[in-house]
Nanobody, 126 residues
C-alpha cells in the first residue's frame, strides 16, 4: 500500500525559505515518478514540480527558479526546497505518485497521480 507523508511546512515571511519532505513507503520508490502540488483556498490544485525516475525535472512557470525538487532514493524521501517565497505561494502542499510509477505525459497535471499525501501547510506573509 502506497503511503506518502509530507512534513516541513510552516509560516515564513516573504523572501524566506522552507524545505518540504515527503516520506514514501509501500512501493519501490526509486522506480517511481513523483510530484509536488499545491492548493490554495478556493483554487484548484496545481502542479508545482515533478521528477522522473531518471532524475529529470519539470516545473511550473510560477515556481521556476525558486523551487527545486529532489529526492534521496536511499531514504525513500522526496524534497521540495522553496526559496524566495511570496505570499502567493501560500497553500497546502501535497506530494503525489502515479499508479504504476509513471505518468502518461503530463507530469504537472493532478489527474496523472493516484496516490496523495495528507498535505502540509505553507503560509507566506508579506
Amino acid at each position: 500500500q502506497v503511503q506518502l507523508v509530507e512534513s516541513g511546512g510552516g509560516s515564513v515571511q516573504s523572501g524566506g525559505s522552507l524545505r518540504l519532505s515527503c516520506a514514501a513507503s509501500g512501493y519501490t520508490y526509486s522506480s517511481y515518478c513523483m510530484g509536488w502540488f499545491r492548493q490554495a483556498p478556493g483554487k484548484e490544485r496545481e502542479g508545482g514540480a515533478a521528477i522522473d525516475s531518471d532524475g529529470s525535472t519539470s516545473y511550473a512557470d510560477s515556481v521556476k527558479g525558486r523551487l527545486t525538487i529532489s529526492q534521496d532514493n536511499a531514504k525513500n524521501t522526496l524534497y521540495l526546497q522553496m526559496n524566495s517565497l511570496k505570499p502567493e505561494d501560500t497553500a497546502m502542499y501535497y506530494c503525489a505518485a502515479p499508479h504504476g510509477g509513471s505518468w502518461e505525459g503530463e507530469p504537472l497535471r493532478p489527474y496523472e497521480y493516484n496516490y496523495w499525501g495528507q498535505g502540509t501547510q505553507v503560509t507566506v506573509s508579506s
